[in-house]
């Protein structure tokens, strides 16, 4: 188990607290299993009726994956494999897959940052995920920013989003918050910082078979507090404009929209990587018409192959090692991003009846 992960049971409800403060909760192999361990075992208990994942931060419920250690084992062997690598890739996703079929209430609140792999342990499935945002959440899938892709069910969730939302924002990578989450669909209630101390005493008091119809009576007089959606304030531009036939059509219909909102789109994916925002829309249109362990195997294959090109580790390098900001990407422009280099990724890694996923139930 994870020095980085608590847990314990209050009243019927399993309760996970994340504890990495400093990282922003990002996730290690450690933590990936320590939660696959505690979800496993409290699956099959009775004693056990809600669970509720939390961090012991108001700064972030989790801020992606450890990409520190992307970067250090990657680069340990060619072509950025390695033993500890496909574990995490591959368990992290078992653990996505996990929570979106969890069969008891899964609470998540989202307080804070919560990005990337934080999404992926927050967005339950549609039968028992509760999802809680505050004033505080910033919300993002920002992998196209260090050269990867949204994964850990990514493909799923945002390719299923209102419109062109989920487009918008896996080809930016920017960041939303509460009022846009709820929007999406991608968080169910809101609360306010200022009620998050009488949410944690309302989880502590309650058993766990009455949770979830607490939360909602708890929540719903605070939803209007989350204000209005900037998103659906503009989704006949997001739409018009990330609807267009490939990632340069998107960017040259934002060039001719002077709006604020419609420039800042087209400054984000200036500086993103051009072949992995193209990667990144393949995605989300096969996304579209898969379910969520198909998703997850698809995605699965898309990182052996970005560990292959590098892209990531080069994205890593110049944002979080040297900092520099001046990633190298390859290709370096849009013009120069061949449509075989993105059929690339696609190509299975392992035959169907070898993939790491191939057991995820659909």
Not at 75 to 98: K, V
Not at 161 to 176: D, S
Not at 317 to 336: F, G, S
Request: with cysteine; net charge negative; charged share 20%.
């Amino acid at each position: 188990m994870s020095a980085y992960v608590h847990t314990r049971v209050s009243n019927g409800t399993g309760i996970i607290t994340l504890d990495r403060p400093k990282a922003l909760n990002s996730l290690s192999l450690d933590m990936v299993r320590a939660l696959s361990a505690a979800l496993l075992a409290w699956r099959g208990d009775a004693a056990i009726a809600a669970v509720v994942i939390r961090s012991s931060s108001e700064k972030a419920l989790c801020a992606g994956g450890d990409i520190r250690f992307f970067y250090e084992v990657g680069q340990q062997t060619p072509q950025g494999g390695s033993a500890l690598l496909e574990d995490f890739f591959t368990e992290e996703y078992a653990l996505n897959h996990l929570i979106h079929f969890y069969p008891k209430p899964y609470i998540a609140v989202m307080d804070g940052v919560v990005m990337g792999g934080g999404m992926g342990i927050a967005q339950g499935g549609p039968d028992c995920g509760v999802r809680i945002v505050s004033n505080r959440t910033k919300m993002a899938m920002p992998e196209v920013n260090i050269g990867l892709f949204p994964d850990v069910g990514g493909s799923h969730f945002l390719s299923h989003a209102p419109g062109q939302l989920g487009m918008y924002l896996g080809l930016t990578g920017l960041t939303v918050g509460a009022a846009d989450a709820l929007y999406l669909g991608l968080a169910d209630h809101y609360v306010p910082d200022s009620d998050m101390p009488a949410l944690a005493a309302l989880i502590d008091a309650t058993p766990g078979a009455q949770l979830r119809a607490a939360i909602e009576a708890f929540a719903a007089p605070l939803r209007a507090q989350a204000g209005a959606s900037e998103l659906e304030a503009q989704r006949a531009l997001i739409d018009r404009h990330f609807a267009a036939a490939s990632v340069a059509a998107v960017m040259e219909s934002l060039r001719g929209d002077a709006s604020d909102f419609a420039q800042k789109a087209l400054r984000a994916m200036e500086q993103r990587s051009p072949l992995m925002m193209c990667v990144t829309r393949e995605l989300l249109k096969r996304g579209a018409a898969l379910g969520v362990a198909d998703c997850l195997r698809l995605e699965r294959n898309l990182v052996r192959r970005n560990f292959e090109h590098g892209e990531v580790l080069e994205g890593v390098r110049a944002l979080v090692i040297d900092k520099d900001n001046q990633p190298r990407w390859n290709p370096p422009t849009l013009a120069e991003v061949s449509a075989e280099a993105v059929a690339r990724f696609f190509e299975p890694a392992w035959p169907e009846h070898a993939h790491p996923l191939r057991h995820l139930a659909p």
